[in-house]
């Protein structure tokens, strides 16, 4: 299964948010992924359930460094 990237900027006043859903992987890898993003662009964000959120417009760069993980990126 593909996971998504995009951007995000609704119920957050305007400011654009990047969005990464459908990882199917345990809580423990999402958190070390989530970690290697924000580092990699340089930006905050948080992670729940099956999603990461990175602030800012990040998807481009977010979603070259996936493919170089392994990710399958829709």
């Not at 959120?53 to 460094?65: A, M, R, S, T």
Request: glycine fraction near 10%.
């Amino acid at each position: 299964m593909a996971v998504q990237v995009k951007l995000d900027r609704s119920g957050r006043r305007g400011k654009e948010v990047t969005m990464i859903t459908n990882i199917q992987h345990n809580p423990q890898v999402i958190e070390e992924l989530e970690s290697k993003l924000k580092q990699h662009c340089g930006a905050g964000g948080t992670s729940y359930a099956k999603t990461i959120e990175i602030q800012g417009n990040q998807v481009e760069k977010i979603k070259k460094f996936l493919k170089k993980e392994g990710f399958d990126v829709k």
